[in-house]
């Protein structure tokens, strides 16, 4: 008979039900008879032995904090009788460890492609679109005039669409905020998913054309335009022959064979539940694993959903001075925190508490799972693009907008987005939602392009795996639009840290 519940690691003192669970149920773990001592919903935690005050709660096989009062055998363990023990800031070491590797590398390590478009600077695309990019937020709906009307005029083979990202920064900022304003944008602006490019200006803005042109290293204007509104009698007409000029370019690539090595992907979790750590997350860095394994590269961020496990990834560096980036990240978000007086540690959210995940050890130990194994490679400021192939760190928050922005940015082809909860985000490259439950990928089917629950209900991890990695390959090669494409869900957010003028 199949149990209703998971023990994640052999040292643990809880387990995770997979079902809610009513005051006096009998479960058998271990070969005891524990009596559930109150309602359970599912995807929280039961203890399995005595805690006295004080004591580790222990799963994923390390502390998720520390009971407050007593918890029996039985018992409901979440916020009301377990807390944090994080508090301030920490000192590290550099303690490398062997990362682990997949057991099928040597066999897997050949032979796998996809069908991309090569840019004529090297890079690979998988998507090939028109992407329109303001310089400012004031000219948020041109960007959104422009794009529908050549969507309309420009319909064609071997181009994926006109598409624009509004959003409210350029003008009124100053110094790292205009800075990183710049540097996903300009980022943005060189991502090979997209054949050409067309820069949107206002022509008073802080970040004018000129200023933000210096910021791009390598500027093609054949492949990228621009155009300041102020400076045109007409900015639809205008703008139209520009794309117009646009769509010709793009249409000169057409998909052909390249290497695995090419892909990168960004790894990302929102509106976690009790089973990110269990289901999605665990499947998410085995296929991270194998993308690395054929040569390809992972991007991971979130940081301050790094903290409570942050060593474990600071262990995986591949020599000291990753670590000591690895380090600065880490105590930079935490200084972030404390400039502003806030908490380091007010996390996990209320929608993360309900559904399961009791403290941000709890949340952090499933969180950095979507890495996988892989020894950490690089770890790079907000903004930058990534350049080593493995599993690289990119500085940025948990924020799903901001951090899925900074992902793309980084130069992810695609975004893994694991979800417990739900959500119909996407950002400006293929999305793919991947639920943690089954029920979850029943109920939105509009917005869940793949369903990790049935880990819960049988599946082998092995099978999975191969499966979503398979799914990926088509992803890429463009047999298959994500539910964020197909549904027009594309948004970007960009990190504030200062005053507005």
């Known amino acids: 008979m199949q ?16 079902r809610p669970y009513a005051k006096g149920e009998i479960l058998s773990i271990n070969r005891t008879e524990i009596t559930v001592l109150e309602d359970v919903p599912a ?13 580790d709660i222990i799963k994923y096989g390390y502390p998720i904090g520390a009971a407050t009062t007593e918890i029996k055998q039985g018992a409901w363990v979440h916020t009301h009788n377990v807390q944090t023990k994080l508090e301030g800031t920490l000192e590290y070491r550099y303690n490398p460890k062997s990362p682990q590797k997949h057991p099928a590398e040597g066999e897997q390590a050949a032979g796998l492609s996809f069908s991309g478009y090569v840019r004529k600077n090297g890079d690979v695309g998988i998507r090939n679109e028109i992407w329109i990019i303001n310089t400012v937020g004031c000219i948020n709906k041109t960007a959104e005039r422009l794009a529908a009307i050549a969507n309309q005029r420009f319909q064609a083979a071997y181009l994926d669409g006109v598409f624009h990202f509004p959003h409210p920064y350029g003008c009124s900022q100053l110094g790292d905020d205009l800075s990183y304003t710049q540097k996903i944008l300009g980022s943005l602006v060189q991502h090979p998913n997209a054949a050409g490019v067309l820069v949107l200006g206002l022509g008073c803005e802080n970040n004018y054309i000129d200023l933000f042109k210096s910021t791009i290293p390598d500027l093609d204007e054949e492949r990228v335009k621009f155009m300041s509104v102020q400076e045109v009698e007409d900015e639809l007409e205008t703008g139209l022959d520009l794309i117009a000029d646009l769509v010709v370019y793009a249409r000169q690539f057409k998909r052909e064979t390249v290497p ?3 892909l990168k992907i960004g790894l990302k979790c929102g509106g976690s539940d009790g089973f990110s750590g269990v289901t999605a997350n665990p499947l998410t860095g085995a296929v991270s694993d194998m993308v690395i394994q054929h040569g390809g590269t992972s991007i991971l961020t979130e940081v301050p959903e790094m903290f409570g496990a942050e060593q474990i990834l600071m262990d995986r560096a591949t020599n000291e001075r990753v670590f000591e980036k690895l380090v ?22 209320p929608g993360n508490k309900k559904g399961g995940i009791t403290t941000l050890e709890e949340k952090s130990l499933g969180c950095v799972q979507k890495g996988g194994f892989a020894p950490v490679v690089d770890v790079l400021p907000y903004g930058s693009r990534v350049s080593k192939p493995g599993l690289n760190i990119v500085q940025g928050p948990g924020n799903d907008l901001v951090s899925v922005t900074a992902l793309a940015a980084a130069g992810a082809h695609m975004v893994l987005f694991t979800t417990g909860r739900g959500t119909p985000f996407g950002g400006p490259v293929p999305t793919v939602k ?8 029943s109920r939105k089917k509009h917005w869940i392009d793949y369903n990790a629950g049935c880990l819960l209900e049988g599946s082998r991890m092995e099978e999975v795996k191969q499966d979503l990695f398979s799914y990926l390959l088509k992803v890429a090669s463009g047999e298959v639009k994500t539910k964020n494409e197909q549904y027009g869900f594309r948004e970007i957010a960009i990190f504030k840290d200062g005053v507005t003028l």
């Open 43 to 55: 995807g929280h935690k039961i203890a399995i032995r005595n805690h006295a005050p004080g004591e």
């Open 434 to 441: 991947i639920a943690t439950n089954s029920s979850l990928y």
């Open 260 to 262: 695995l090595s090419k």
């Open 328 to 349: 600065h990240v880490i105590n930079g978000f935490k200084a972030y925190f404390m400039k502003y007086g806030q908490p380091i540690y007010e996390n996990p959210s």
């Open 3 to 18: 149990a209703h519940y998971v023990q994640i690691h052999p040292d643990d003192t809880v387990i995770v039900t997979l």
